[in-house]
């Protein structure tokens, strides 16, 4: 009796247990707590989804509004005869590729072409030699480097209206004072027209956006230079790499991706310079200044022509963009290749 009940038992517990040691779907947690379900938690990551969206879309919203939207506007309005007459009757025909056909046969475009690509490599390679050389000057640790530092970025600070009224007075023929210091030390004999003579106008112009644009290239490159080990220079003086040696071999490598990205910033900035050039000399005399970004601004502004304005600019931006193109695809293949 006692081993039939006992056996009887033991079948029962068997076909007992594996029901009993189941697992039910909501205690899948060690402590015993129920584990989510499948379409809660898909419902929160949908809801995480949602809150990142919701954080971006701001920033987004911002773009689109401010620069995709001009950017679209632009371009349609290229195509467009687009006068002052339109924001009255709201009338603009298409016309095509008149527009870009007009303002590029305009014997000024030729001359402000010109004037731009010797604008923008003047000023890019003043800004770019004089930067780097403050840059190694300030690397090396004096009294009151950080105070010069700091100074050296006042004009970078100011507003470009503001350095432009300036410079006209220093360059000032009669008045100004650089005239007056350089007669002083009888480096000339009489007045230079800095701003109204068509033959130094624009070297006037190039040597005020060079003074604009050193602050962006110090601070930059000087940036690039503290993230250099000093031990790479300790162990290059052993090898015998010092002087022009350790430049050419240390820091201009090591250098190389903050060079990059200030030159192209640079031509960048540059290639779009206006309003120190309307503050200095408006595009004169006789379009000795006129660049692509002046003759856009006259076009639209002053002749009230705002679609041949907005085909000068697409040409500008198409000019920017392709050399950023090939610049960076050059560099690319420049460090691929060491």
Known sequence: MTSTSTASSAEGLASVGPRATRRSPRADAADGTPAERPGRRRRRSGEGVLVRYAFIAPAVLYLLLFY?????????????????????????????????????????FLKALANTGLFTVGSIIGQFVIGLGLSLYFRRHFPLSGVLRSLLLLPWLLPMIVSAA??????????????????????????????????????????????????FNVALLYSGLQAIPEELYEAGQLDGATGWK????????????????????????TIKVLDLIIGLTGGGPANATQTLATRSYELSFLEFDFGQGAALSNVL?????LFSVVYLRANARAAKNG
């Open 68 to 108: 995709g939207y001009p950017i679209v506007k632009n371009v349609v309005m290229s195509f467009q005869a687009y006068d002052f007459s339109t924001f009255f009757n709201g009338s603009a025909p298409f016309v095509g590729l008149d527009n870009y056909a007009t303002a590029l046969s305009n014997p000024i």
């Open 166 to 215: 300036v410079w006209r007075w220093i360059l000032e023929q009669d008045s100004g004072i650089l005239n007056r210091f350089l007669e002083s030390i009888g480096l000339i004999s009489a007045p230079i027209g800095w701003l109204t003579s068509s033959d130094t106008a624009l070297i006037a112009v190039i040597m005020v956006n060079i003074w604009l644009g050193i602050p």
């Open 246 to 269: 350790s430049f050419r071999h240390i820091t201009l490598p090591l250098l190389r991706p903050v060079v990059s990205v200030v030159l192209l910033l640079g031509v960048i900035y």
């Open 317 to 321: 931006i198409l000019i920017a963009l």
